[in-house]
């Protein structure tokens, strides 16, 4: 079983909205990321979490704020967000943080739309 | 600078074989990925290579050379439902996903 999840499917926000992304996985994986895409775009990594401790911040702005609850559990929270932050947002584990068994296995992703 | 270069988009017959190239400039290198992405949907994981050669998976296979910083994804006995953009991504020396801007395939009957 190589299933990420995530919750909602589909976001429509306001900019001043207060709003959370989650995702979840069962695999006992012990990395967990967060990748932001836009339209014909590769993912762009956003932030990663190694043994629910966050390791890398690629410099993201602070409207976006990740929460590690427990292993299985990822959030997103989203706080007065620009319409330009409306994009694909992909969450994906792997078995280990980076430096150990690196393939990454994606979520469905939440498609968010910023008006 | 690291980059990543992989054709923007390729058309193939279907039933036909198509080979998608990716070569790479990277600050170290611990493997390269290959992800199949439907459009709208999240990428799904294809291969994996580390060392020199071929890896052969049904009808998709990968092969990679390090030395020549060059891999490519071969796909065989092409079906419609692989149409698709196809990326690939090398982890650096931080390993850290450096990510091509992916191949659009178009298959036509």
């Known amino acids: 079983d190589t299933e990420v999840t995530q919750t909602p499917k589909h976001l429509v926000m306001g900019m001043t909205n207060k709003k959370s992304l989650k995702c979840e996985q069962h695999m006992g994986h012990r990395a967990m990321y967060w990748y932001k895409q836009k339209a014909k775009k590769p993912p762009e990594l956003m932030f990663v979490?190694?043994?629910?401790?966050?390791?890398i911040n690629e410099s993201v702005p602070s409207r976006f704020s990740p929460e590690c609850p427990n292993s299985s559990l990822l959030n997103l929270h989203l706080h007065a967000l620009q319409p330009e932050d409306s994009a694909l947002y992909l969450c994906?584990?792997?078995?280990?943080?980076?430096?150990?068994?690196?393939?990454?296995?994606f979520g469905p992703g939440t498609r968010l739309l910023v008006l | 600078g690291q980059n990543i270069d992989q054709p923007t988009e390729m058309t193939a017959t279907e039933g036909a074989i198509v080979q998608i190239n990716c070569t790479y400039q990277t600050s170290g290198f611990n493997g390269l990925f290959w992800y199949q992405q439907h459009a709208g949907e999240a990428p799904t994981f294809l291969s994996y290579?580390?060392l020199d050669g071929l890896e052969e998976k049904g009808r998709f296979s990968s092969f990679l050379s390090r030395s020549k910083g060059y891999s490519y994804l071969l796909l065989k006995e092409l079906q419609m439902k692989d149409s698709a953009s196809y990326l690939c991504?090398?982890?650096?020396?931080?390993?850290?996903?450096?990510w091509g801007a992916g191949t659009k395939l178009i298959i036509k009957p």
């Open positions: 290579n580390v």
């Open positions: 979490y190694s043994y629910e401790k966050l390791s």
């Open positions: 991504a090398v982890l650096d020396s931080n390993y850290q996903l450096i």
């Open positions: 994906a584990s792997s078995q280990d943080p980076p430096g150990g068994a690196e393939t990454q296995y």
